[in-house]
């Protein structure tokens, strides 16, 4: 049901009663004039028409008319602005106000009005707080929801807020732009600390490979069988001491000692299956090893964003592991 056509008939309805008890000809002609523009959904005329009637006669009815018409009207202000508190404050003085029920379908119609408008703040609200977590897609579709609302008393007040929500557009982009600005920051300094794990790595095999005396030809596959076993066991010790407390930091830096353990073992494997076979098969197994890298950061990173960066570590060590014992059992003579 239209609203204007309900401010039009219930005032119309008081107007015409005002009109019944005035003794003047001129101010119920003029009544009737109102109740004809408020028919017409003039409400303007309406109320120039109301003030020329109580000029020519006081009446206790028109004077009641006229302060409905301008309560309704700043009701219908509060509604455009989508002040929920104003419009209840001034809908229960409308109750008050008027004790003849002249206006009963538009208070009753103005219910349903209210509960848009608190939608609305809620709404606003919601992405405000959306917006503040930086969650900036979750505020767009709230943005979104708001535009293609199917109620119309809530679309009514979304149109004539466009400004509110342009500016919360804004706001979106701002945040979303900033978001991506701290992901890449976050990506940077990632590469940055791998690339500082990888030369510890590699300095901490060559230091190791130059103390270390070689392993016999003859026995280098049970002397890297061996060392296997005596890493898993470190691996173990360092892993119990990391990871009691259940601190997340402690167990990413437990973690991170193992990795560099294994990548040391397996440059060092690699720095000597050179002699263990002809340049053809070096070859090939480069072209191998180079694939399995590639596959090992991918999975790193497939860890990293869907189970966190403890799952992430765990990866390289579990990948880094597998590689060596791979390679002593295939390769190493």
């Excluded at 009737?32 to 109580?54: G, P, S, T, Y």
């Excluded at 009753?108 to 609305?120: K, L, M, R």
Aim: glycine share 2%; charged share 25%; with cysteine.
């Amino acid at each position: 049901m239209n609203k204007r056509w309900l401010v039009s008939t219930a005032l119309a309805s008081a107007l015409l009663l005002a009109g019944c008890n005035s003794s003047s000809k001129e101010a119920e002609r003029l009544t009737n004039d109102a109740i004809v523009a408020l028919q017409e959904e003039d409400v303007i005329d309406a109320k120039e028409w109301i003030e020329q009637a109580q000029a020519l006669e006081k009446t206790p009815e028109n004077e009641t008319v006229a302060e409905l018409i301008a309560l309704i009207e700043s009701i219908e202000s509060a509604i455009t602005k989508g002040d929920a508190t104003t419009v209840q404050d001034m809908l229960d003085e409308l109750y008050a106000t008027d004790t003849e029920n002249w206006t009963e379908s538009l208070q009753q119609s103005y219910e349903s009005v209210v509960e848009a408008v608190t939608v609305w703040n809620d709404q606003l609200e919601q992405i405000d707080e959306a917006i503040a977590e930086g969650a900036t897609d979750q505020a767009s579709q709230l943005l979104k929801a708001l535009r293609e609302t199917d109620n119309a008393a809530l679309l009514a007040i979304v149109d004539s807020n466009n400004d509110t929500l342009h500016k919360k557009d804004e706001l979106v982009k701002k945040a979303t732009a900033k978001k991506d600005e701290q992901q890449q920051q976050i990506a940077q300094k990632e590469q940055e600390a791998e690339a500082a794990r990888a030369e510890a790595a590699q300095q901490a095999a060559a230091k190791q490979a130059a103390t270390q005396q070689p392993a016999p030809k003859a026995s280098r596959k049970d002397y890297y069988y061996n060392q296997i076993a005596n890493l898993t066991n470190e691996e173990q010790r360092l892993s119990q001491i990391h990871s009691s407390g259940g601190v997340t930091s402690k167990i990413i830096e437990g973690n991170t000692l193992i990795y560099q353990m294994w990548d040391g073992e397996l440059n060092r494997i690699w720095g000597e299956l050179p002699s263990m076979m002809s340049e053809a098969e070096f070859k090939s197994l480069t072209a191998e090893q180079l694939d399995w890298i590639q596959r090992k950061e991918a999975n790193i990173k497939d860890a990293e964003y869907n189970r966190g960066p403890i799952e992430s570590s765990a990866t390289a060590i579990n990948e880094t592991r597998a590689r060596v014992q791979y390679l002593v059992d295939y390769y190493v003579q």
